[in-house]
């Protein structure tokens, strides 16, 4: 079974920094996606950032600059350094892990993190 625990979320003040952590355990294949969502209240959950097992990144527009994705691939656990942040950015953030066991055209399983939340202040 898959399981991804997350942790980092805090209240900073806008302008500062604050880095979220997610470590997934389980039956991981080789080839991942592991990511980042957010969800402001009330709000569509959006993708932040994500990088392949391969170190292939994106990233939202907005955040694109400020957030830099990361992944330590042997211990399966993903980073989000996020900078320059502002009450935009608030939110409960999930990582998320997405396999690919019938290979990458065919159906794909998604795996979330409990979430975490990052308040920035004004």
């Known amino acids: 079974q898959v399981q991804l625990v997350e942790s980092g979320g805090d209240l900073v003040q806008a302008g500062g920094s604050l880095t979220l952590s997610c470590a997934a355990s389980?039956?991981?294949?080789?080839?991942?996606?592991m990511g980042w969502y957010r969800q402001a209240p009330g709000k569509q959950r959006e993708l932040v950032a994500s990088m392949t097992s391969g170190g292939i990144p994106y990233y939202l527009d907005s955040v694109k600059g400020r957030f830099t994705v990361s992944r330590d691939n042997a211990k399966n656990t993903v980073y989000l350094q996020m900078n320059s942040l502002s009450p935009e950015d608030t939110a409960v953030y999930y990582c998320?892990?997405?396999?690919?066991?019938?290979?990458?055209?065919?159906?794909?399983?998604?795996?979330w993190g409990q979430g975490t939340q990052v308040t920035v202040s004004s």
């Open positions: 998320d892990l997405v396999l690919y066991p019938g290979g990458l055209l065919s159906g794909r399983q998604q795996y």
């Open positions: 389980g039956r991981i294949f080789s080839f991942n996606v």
